[in-house]
């Protein structure tokens, strides 16, 4: 070699190191991109999920409150960020679920092609926080506090469309499909008639009475739930049409699929998901009937099944057990030897965070909630006399945060 052709082959080393430090420095500042296509993937082998060396992924990690599934998700980022720096930061958790309105997504209601830029913006800077948090990311479609509808529709096949494209090449974002689908609405208990607190918290609250339920069967519930088809007039898009849409843009994500009935219930049979990578998430099992809980041990026989959304807090709703201080640890317990995993819901006051005698944890957010993780670290706990009815402040986020320090299985992203 001349030393001609050495200065030239130096140079061009010296200049090739230039421009990857710029592209290095270009892509810290530029946090609105998906990050870069990690190495490893998630693959679901029989009923575990594995990723590198055939290790298993088990989900153990916080649902987001108060986020991207509100009409004023601006207002709420910083909150969201501070959740999920405490989630990695004091509760050992190694997934986070963001709740997602679909139509968020879109510019307006009645035009579901032109995208909102500025949310799919903020969307991908909360999964890229995440996983420079080490955190595995779950994406939820969610319809309760937008369009209110009540299962899959043409529109979630265009959100799925676009996200599915938008994260194909990051492995460790997982799609939910939709947040609790419920052909039957959910009736609310009526103790809070028996409490004071909560008869002035609830008398304006519309409940549900049995008689403005439209009669549909189990079977045709399910039937919808996989297929979809038209129920009071509205045509639904079946799970699994999402599913195929999804692995038709050769997308290998893996993807959570919640049940009907407010994701209470799992399929088997006939009604099990055909394609790859799927699990099945169950939300809000009862407490108190352990014999209702052999549906997540049949099926996590066969198949990958998590409890996506699991709360216990003292509050007027169905997920509130009066013996969930002596249930709640042998649950856990089930879950673990049955290889499930658990997304709690969530980093309020009152839920998994310290509260008082005056929470009662809700949804929302606005611009003064907190916005230090710090404030979200030390754990709610539940006492003896835990009873569901007239004091509130107590839930399990002490079992919870111990939990995951004890189970929770860190991947290296």
Not at 25 to 48: D, E, H, W, Y
Not at 287 to 310: Q, Y
């Amino acid at each position: 070699m001349s030393k001609i052709q050495f200065k030239d082959t130096y140079l061009f080393k010296i200049v090739s190191f230039l421009l990857v430090l710029v592209n290095l420095i270009l892509f810290k500042i530029n946090t609105t991109s998906a990050l870069a296509p990690l190495q490893s993937s998630f693959r679901v082998v029989g009923n575990q999920i594995i990723y590198g060396n055939n290790q298993v992924y088990v989900p153990e990690g916080i649902s987001v409150y108060g986020g991207l599934e509100a009409k004023n998700y601006n207002v709420n980022s910083a909150n969201v960020d501070a959740q999920v720096e405490a989630a990695s930061k004091y509760w050992h958790a190694n997934t986070i679920r963001f709740q997602v309105a679909e139509s968020n997504l879109f510019k307006n209601k009645k035009n579901i092609i032109k995208i909102n830029q500025n949310f799919l913006k903020t969307l991908t800077n909360q999964v890229n926080l995440a996983h420079s948090l080490g955190l595995i990311v779950v994406i939820n479609d969610q319809t309760e506090f937008t369009n209110l509808t009540v299962a899959p529709t043409s529109e979630t096949s265009r959100f799925w469309s676009i996200i599915a494209d938008k994260f194909k090449n990051d492995p460790y974002v997982i799609f939910d499909l939709f947040n609790e689908p419920r052909f039957r609405p959910f009736i609310l208990k009526n103790n809070y008639k028996s409490s004071p607190k909560l008869n002035t918290i609830f008398r304006n609250y519309k409940f549900v009475k049995p008689t403005q339920i439209i009669p549909i069967s189990q079977n045709k519930i399910w039937q919808l739930w996989k297929f979809g088809g038209s129920f009071n007039g509205i045509k639904y898009v079946g799970m699994q049409t999402l599913v195929n849409q999804i692995r038709a843009k050769n997308v290998a994500n893996l993807i959570w699929t919640e049940g009907p009935n407010q994701a209470r219930e799992l399929p088997a049979g006939k009604f099990l998901l055909t394609g790859s990578n799927i699990v099945y998430s169950i939300h809000h099992p009862n407490l108190n009937n352990k014999k209702s809980w052999a549906i997540i041990g049949d099926l996590s026989n066969i198949r990958p099944v998590v409890d996506g959304e699991w709360a216990q807090y003292q509050s007027p709703w169905a997920e509130c057990f009066s013996d969930a201080y002596t249930n709640t640890p042998i649950y856990l317990n089930y879950l673990k030897s049955h290889n499930v995993g658990i997304i709690a819901w969530s980093l309020q006051p009152g839920s998994l965070v310290k509260g008082d005698s005056n929470t009662i944890p809700s949804n929302l957010n606005n611009k003064f909630s907190p916005q230090n993780p710090s404030l979200m670290k030390n754990p709610s706990i539940l006492f003896p006399s835990y009873d569901c009815g007239n004091e509130f402040g107590q839930g399990v986020g002490q079992l919870l945060q111990n939990y995951f320090a004890q189970n929770s299985n860190l991947i290296s992203l």
